[in-house]
């Protein structure tokens, strides 16, 4: 599987990024890993995080807009 990309598009209702009170982010980490023992190394994520938050909107409008990005490269 060289040379393939894998792409995951994901949403959590936390902030599961560095430094944040709800802990560690396991999902990513895991899929990049077990991705890369398949010989998938262009692993890419985009993720709708904080959805119970006040900045939701944001988050989603980012995603979008990393996607958009993605799809002119892809």
């Known amino acids: 599987m060289h040379g393939k990309k894998a792409l995951f ?3 959590c209702a936390g902030d599961y990024s560095p430094g944040s009170t709800f802990g560690e982010d396991h999902q990513e980490p895991y899929l990049r890993t077990l991705f890369e023992s398949f010989g998938i190394n262009d692993v890419q994520f985009v993720n709708a995080g ?3 938050f006040k900045d939701r909107e944001q988050s ?8 958009q990005s993605l799809a002119t490269q892809w």
């Open 9 to 11: 598009i994901t949403s």
């Open 50 to 52: 904080k959805l119970m």
């Open 60 to 67: 989603i409008s980012s995603a979008q807009a990393s996607l």
